[in-house]
T-cell receptor, first 115, second 112 residues
Framework: DVKVTQSSRYLVKRTGEKVFLECVQDMDHENMFWYRQDPGLGLRLIYFSYDVKMKEKGDIPEGYSVSREKKERFSLILESASTNQTSMYLC??????????????FGAGTRLSVL | RKEVEQDPGPFNVPEGATVAFNCTYS??????FFWYRQDCRKEPKLLMSVYSSGNEDGRFTAQLNRASQYISLLIRDSKLSDSATYLC?????????????FGQGTELSVKP
């Protein structure tokens, strides 16, 4: 089974803090993604990566950065957390094998509260 | 127009009912289509891919109409355990970012 592991299920941080959300996948997938999910807005893509050290902006990258130093790990960074970044954050990975590409597997999510 | 639009929910149905969800997408170059299921406070999980000829998996049937840019999911003989939010998901081609676009989801509640 594919396993995507997010480092924390719940986090509480203060405004202005630097926040790291970690995601690790064990299936040697090339692609990794970070989303946030908010009521009424669905899943919105923040950043994604197709390869090590490579990153692409998603639909809402402002206020976030990412790091992919190893294939299995994709980190989301909030440089200076703000209250409007309180949300559920979901990491996903996908292979690029024909027949399986575009199927994304999700981690359990990190519910972040910024006070 | 939203890139992926779904029926507004929630759908409240009795056990044993048949329920259908609809979804439309805006990008005619989309190539892959999926239904994901998300339980309350859990992550989305793939329910089924949607193929051009339509496909069935037990009580679940998915249909794709490329001409109308329309996807559907039919659930027969609903079970209490089917209660969840169902997400319609469409990919954008790699020359447009290769992203998956998620609909907002339709909530299903199956009652005894």
């Amino acid at each position: 089974d594919v396993k995507v592991t997010q480092s924390s299920r719940y986090l509480v941080k203060r405004t202005g803090e630097k926040v790291f959300l970690e995601c690790v996948q064990d299936m040697d997938h090339e692609n990794m993604f970070w989303y946030r999910q908010d009521p009424g807005l669905g899943l919105r893509l923040i950043y994604f990566s197709y390869d090590v050290k490579m990153k692409e902006k998603g639909d809402i990258p402002e206020g976030y950065s990412v790091s992919r130093e190893k294939k299995e790990r994709f980190s989301l960074i909030l440089e200076s957390a703000s209250t409007n970044q309180t949300s559920m954050y979901l990491c996903a990975s996908s292979p690029i094998k024909t027949g399986q590409k575009n199927i994304q597997y999700f981690g359990a999510g990190t519910r972040l509260s910024v006070l | 127009r939203k890139e992926v639009e779904q029926d507004p929910g929630p759908f409240n149905v009795p056990e044993g009912a048949t329920v259908a969800f609809n979804c439309t997408y805006s990008n005619s170059a989309s190539q892959s289509f999926f239904w994901y299921r998300q339980d309350c406070r859990k992550e989305p999980k793939l329910l089924m891919s949607v193929y051009s000829s339509g496909n069935e998996d037990g009580r679940f049937t998915a249909q794709l109409n490329r001409a109308s840019q329309y996807i559907s999911l039919l659930i027969r003989d609903s079970k209490l355990s089917d209660s969840a939010t169902y997400l319609c998901v469409v990919n954008f081609p790699y020359n447009q970012g290769g992203k998956l676009i998620f609909g907002q989801g339709t909530e299903l509640s199956v009652k005894p």
